[in-house]
Structures are given as C-alpha cells and as structure tokens.
C-alpha cells in the first residue's frame, strides 16, 4: 500500500525526485500535490518520491 496515507496537508516534505521542498497541498489521484515552501506552481509527486521533514521546520541549508 503506498504511504501517502502519512502524509497530511500543511507539512513540509521532500520531493527526492525533483530536489525541492514543499507543503503538502492535498492528494489527487496516485499522487501528492505539493506547493513550494515560499508560495508558487504546485507540482505532483509520486508518494513514494515524498519524505515528511515535519509542519514548520525544513533541513538547514548550509
């Protein structure tokens, strides 16, 4: 069963396919819908391309 079921709107994951952090936006279909973190075009991901980093933090960036 794919884990999207883990993933709910408002958190911070990260798209290992695209290189890119986002806010889980909502689900359509197989996929996550995910917005950048700043605001923009939102993108779909493949759940199993999607790792929850939390709701208010992301990585450092060094």
């Not at 689900?27 to 950048?36: L, S």
């Amino acid at each position: 069963m794919p884990e999207d079921t883990t993933l709910k709107t408002g958190e911070l994951a990260l798209d290992v396919r695209q290189h890119e952090i986002g806010r889980v936006m909502g689900h359509v279909g197989p996929y996550v819908q995910m917005r950048p973190k700043e605001g923009g075009r939102e993108w779909d991901a493949r759940p199993e391309d999607v790792q929850v980093l939390g709701t208010d933090e992301s990585p450092s960036e060094a």
